[in-house]
């Protein structure tokens, strides 16, 4: 299976401002992040907040500069090119945010915002050929022609985020990371979403890298999945193996949290404590502070996740952890 | 168990607009119900309306809490029992923070106000309630301002303030909906302590049915405004009756399947072009002339003419 964007020991560190009486301090987002999009499969990444997802999201579409490591594009680093080459790598690498509000301009029509990335990036064709294009796609993501003179207020929020994915995919982009893109939606309009999303992944003609926090969305869509924890990947696998059987006790814990329909709290482990600030990440294993299994180990055991960082080892399962479950 | 807040028909008005109609519920004394409902249903509004917050709508029916008509209370009386025996958390912290106020001085502020405990005490408590909600390294983010804290922090100094005074009936608006599962995991488990140490009533509302279905007994369906179906929440959820609940079942994901979920087509009818009959008419797989034809009553617990497992 072919790597159509990876990264390679991606690190990303912003500079945190100090308060009056602290220096300013490192704050590390992504810490050697490896992870391959295979082309035409849809990848998950799920994390909770302040994980890193949204920033590895931004990093492998050239959005977010690494402080060391990697990104290719069809095995050329992004780094090594050009502005103008950067220019027109964007056609086919598309975001789509969380917030459709937020991403669209309130003043400007449906239709004429998402025509604009042809005018960017397609020049060469007519007004005619634009508009044919547009009225095309807005039916591919389930709203009419009739949309495209409105205004986005005059759209629900369901309708809204199809003008956000509409707008990403007209200039027929290669790969789409997804960034939340159903979260903010009331169920009945979110499976909608999540339907759309499925057919237009579901020909290979699309790869996407789906980020998100709500791992029954990421059960649905994808092929595999990476689970992020404080800017490192933990733990990946096919989709399938993942959920029947977790591997990180970190990824067992977060499946265990997911409230579920006819499944008792009971059988829950309810992790103490809060996800570490990046600003301070606990050395060796960045989750043996809050790890059920850590707990449960003996003392030389317990030396090596305090002070060895776990690899993340095995293909296709890989994980992170120097006493994985089930072994 | 004895009734610690009873709604009879509750209809809340904006203008000529009705946003919440005829809804009818209760809460038994340490028991938890569980509101639920898309955009629209009107479940926020209901819950401002018991809390008397709803400034500019009229409001119609009656809430009793602990025997008293709460929407006959003078303000005042309203005021100091929204302090103590009733509280609030709404799925915004930073609407219901006061940003100019440190969070410990926010905390301890209803302990000494309506406990009457000495300030030192307060803070001591103050602090105590924040590490009860996961927050860690209390002492020190107590001190902070409400900006200086992360939506998740915000949310979890927002439910322990809810808490501080001991509240007989905690109402509780998505209170985890911005939280991180592991973390609303740990915000539900201290709920559920709390009830069964003070047998505090919970009202949850909530758009996740799988939170519903673990933490409340009861479970009060609402669709533009209306109650559509109600019963005890296993049940509901093992057979639901209104296509409505069905097809909010089936839209939602699991941890288990893979592919196309069902979908209810269409979207919630605006409140101005609210129709006549069955509201869920347009969106509904089996409707029928009848269903379109006029108001469908709720009868049994489910407003449907034709409930889903027959009956009616």
Redesign the interface.
Known sequence: MKSLLRAEGVTVRFEAPGGAFDARRTLTALDEVSLSLTEGRTLGLVG???SGKSTLGRALLGLQRPSAGRVLYRDEALASKSPEALRRLRRELQLVFQDPYASLHPRRTVGAQVVEPLEVHRPELSRAEREAKVAQLLERVGLGPAHAARLPREL???QRQRVVIARALIAEPKVVVADEPVSAL???????L??LL?ELTSGGGLTLLLIS?????V???CAEVAVLYLGRVVEQAP??DL?AAPRHPYTH???S?????????KE?V??Q???PTPLDVPTGCAFHPRCPRYAALGEPDRQRCRTQRPALEGAPRAVACHFPLGE | MSALLEVTGLTVRFGALAAVEDVTFSVPEGGTVGLVG??GSGKSVTALAVMGLLDGASVEGAVRFQGEALLELPPRRLQALRGRSLAMVFQDPGASLNPAQRVLTQLAEPLRLHLRIPKADAEARAVSLLEAV???DAARRAKAYPHEL???LQQRAMIAMALACGPALLIADEPTTAL???????V??LL?QVQAERRMGLLLIS?????V???CAELVVLYAGQVVERGPTAEV??APRHPYTR???A???????????????G?VPELSAMPKGCRFAERCPQAQAACRAAPVPLDGGVRCLFPLGGGR
């Open positions: 909770e907040s302040g629900s929020g369901g009331d169920v009945s309009i979110q499976a909608q999540l339907n499925l926090h709500d791992l029954k969305v059960r649905r869509l989709t399938p959920f814990a977060l499946l949290a997911v409230p579920r329909v006819g499944v008792p709290v829950r309810v992790l404590g809060e996800l | 898309e955009s996961g927050v860690g992360s939506g998740g991180d599962v592991t973390v609303q995991a740990q539900m488990a559920r758009h996740d049915l799988g939170l279905a673990e933490s959820l093992r097809g909010l079942l839209s939602t994901p699991t941890l288990e399947g893979q592919g196309r979920l069902e979908e209810i087509p979207a």
